[in-house]
């Protein structure tokens, strides 16, 4: 049974900086592209960045470019997300969520396999 488990979620002041994780168990993560989403309350889910399994690629949304980065580290079934400069609108309930293929242009419309339960970010001074 393949699970994705958040962590590292948080308070932090406007400017600072967090790094959450996502622990995938009951599979082999090489296999799957891993995105992170946030939904903020009364707010649509919003895809951050993903990425890929084949060859580690990376996208990310326009409203973290340059402040976020996402990473993965295979041996550990592990993915990171290191938030740098973050506001107040950063805060949002954040979710990583697993995908078989790849990490194109497309991955906002991908039926995503597994999901985490959240992590709380909240910013604010």
């Known amino acids: 049974q393949v699970q994705l488990v958040e962590s590292g979620g948080g308070l932090v002041q406007p400017g600072g900086s967090l790094k959450i994780s996502c622990e995938v168990s009951?599979?082999?993560?090489?296999?799957?592209?891993i995105a992170w989403f946030r939904q903020a309350p009364g707010k649509e889910r919003e895809g951050i960045s993903i990425?890929?399994?084949?060859?580690?690629?990376?996208r990310y949304a326009d409203s973290v470019q340059g402040r976020f980065t996402i990473s993965r580290d295979n041996a550990k079934n592990m993915v990171y997300l290191k938030m740098n400069s973050l506001k107040p609108e950063d805060t949002a309930v954040y979710y990583c969520?697993?995908?078989?293929?790849?990490?194109?242009?497309?991955?906002?419309?991908?039926?995503?396999?597994?999901w985490g339960q959240g992590t709380q970010v909240t910013v604010s001074s």
């Open positions: 969520a697993a995908d078989l293929g790849g990490a194109g242009p497309g991955w906002l419309g991908y039926e995503f396999d597994y």
């Open positions: 009951g599979t082999t993560l090489d296999y799957y592209s």
């Open positions: 990425i890929s399994s084949q060859d580690g690629s990376t």
